[in-house]
């Protein structure tokens, strides 16, 4: 038994004991919540209030279970509540405020973070909030000045600073560092900026996981590095996603996204997979879900189940592009095969997907790196968004300037598929009838 399940079983112990309780049945309902145990979270913390409703403490946990819980809502309701009994308390405010990001609010989230920073010096957890909501309303200046914070925020998830940090000046044929950090989609975001630093005058080395690296082999730069590799060797350092605050993006001018590379070896392998294609059959890729030890994996994922849907349209094959632990979910299937072909042994890294991507008709996913590499590609890509979800993406359109080859569909409420797939299958069908009448 681990600490916190001791921890647990001293709580229900106290309630045993005593079920009137009430900062007992909170703090089971933070761990609960911890452990993903929402409901139960939930209803732990709702006996809370209704013992100790003048408790700002206990409504604010209550506030964030429920906005786990896809409860927006309720959530904000318990978060108001939190702050009106305790309007001086920053961190309720701050919770209050993550809320109401997370609601897609945005503007009354800003309107809290400035109410706010009269009261308390700008920390870096409230300005990475306020970037977050800027750059979702695509105010690109503003928020990715505030992208910054997060060196003081999650200085444990980003690469070390072994040299001087790149403010964007001329580099006048001295040596940069572009150290990776994030995922692998934010690689690829983040490659298109090399010609800006090139015309800076400078020479680059980029850091790139194993995974990318035959996929971004024609990036102009001295050489890709494995990340940590290289400490020494040159004068600045700068982190890839920083690019786009250091290079003045702005909603106009979001630079084309990076060429990459498909050795031939990999369209080879791709072809022979794949086989002939079928006249008036529209070959379609899935995803379901992005890397799981990603934190947000969890509203931008759902399950392979939701896309069986698109098997049922008249003249749509489908072919599973996944990847990772989600990918044992095909062995679920009884059809096995017949309605899903499975393409994941057979992607070693990203040039093995851009492979099979380069030869499909089309691709569905929930949002993680593929989307990216789909969109650099310039392949048709339906992107399922969740209801907030990465800033590229914005908050309304259904396409974006990052990628004009996807088109976006969009949760209307926090937790929602159903629309989303119901709205995407019924493009689909009228998508798989153009293209078979095409091939006729």
């Known amino acids: 038994m681990d600490q916190e399940d001791q921890l647990i079983s001293q709580l229900t112990a106290t309630l045993a004991a005593d079920a009137g309780n009430a900062g007992a049945w909170s703090t089971l309902g933070a761990m609960l919540r911890r452990r993903g145990r929402l409901e139960e979270a939930i209803a732990c913390h709702r006996r809370g209030v209704e013992l100790m409703p003048w408790n700002a403490g206990i409504w604010t946990n209550l506030g964030n279970a429920l906005l786990d819980a896809h409860r927006l809502q309720e959530a904000l309701e318990a978060h108001d509540q939190a702050v009106a009994l305790a309007p001086d308390d920053v961190m ?47 105010d690109y200046v503003g928020g990715l000045q505030d992208y910054e914070a997060r060196w003081q925020l999650h200085a444990d998830r980003l690469p070390p600073r072994r040299g001087r940090s790149w403010s964007g000046e001329p580099l006048d044929g001295k040596t940069i560092l572009l150290s990776t950090e994030q995922g692998f989609g934010d690689s690829l975001l983040a490659a298109r900026y090399v010609p800006l630093v090139r015309a800076r005058g400078g020479r680059i080395l980029f850091e790139c996981h194993a995974e990318l690296r035959r996929l971004l082999a024609g990036l102009e730069v001295e050489a890709l590095v494995a990340p940590g ?43 022979r997979v794949l086989g002939r294609a079928e006249p008036g059959v529209l070959r379609v890729g899935i995803v379901w879900s992005g890397r799981t030890s990603f934190a947000d994996n969890r509203r931008r994922a759902t399950t392979l189940t939701r896309f069986l849907r698109f098997a049922e349209v008249p003249g749509v094959r489908l072919y599973s592009l996944q990847k990772g632990p989600p990918e044992t979910e095909l062995a679920s299937l009884a059809s096995g095969r017949q309605l899903i072909v499975p393409l994941g042994e057979h992607l070693e890294d990203f040039a093995d997907t851009a492979a099979f991507l380069e030869q499909l008709d089309l691709v569905i996913m929930t949002d ?47 937790g929602t598929w159903n629309s989303v797939f119901t709205a995407a299958a019924d493009a689909l069908a009228v998508h798989a009838l153009s293209h078979a009448g095409a091939g006729a």
Not at 114 to 129: G, I
Not at 378 to 391: D, E, K, T
Request: positive net charge; proline residues 8%.
């Open 229 to 271: 590799s290289v400490t020494d060797g040159f004068d600045f350092q700068a982190a890839q996603m920083s690019l786009p605050g250091l290079c003045g993006t702005t909603a106009a001018s979001i630079p084309p996204p990076v060429r990459v590379t498909i050795p031939e070896q990999a369209r080879a392998k791709a072809a």
């Open 92 to 138: 309720l405010r701050f919770n209050r405020i993550v809320a109401l990001r997370q609601a897609g609010r945005f503007h009354e989230a800003l309107a809290a973070m400035d109410s706010a920073l009269q009261h308390e010096p700008a920390t870096p957890r409230l300005l990475w909030e306020r970037a977050l909501a800027r750059l979702q309303i695509g």
């Open 368 to 414: 993680s790196a593929v989307a990216h590499l789909a969109g650099a590609m310039g392949r048709p890509i339906w992107n399922l968004l969740q209801h907030v979800p990465y800033w590229i993406y914005g908050s309304n359109d259904d396409h974006t300037p990052w990628y004009p080859s996807m088109r976006l569909f969009r949760q209307s409420a926090d």
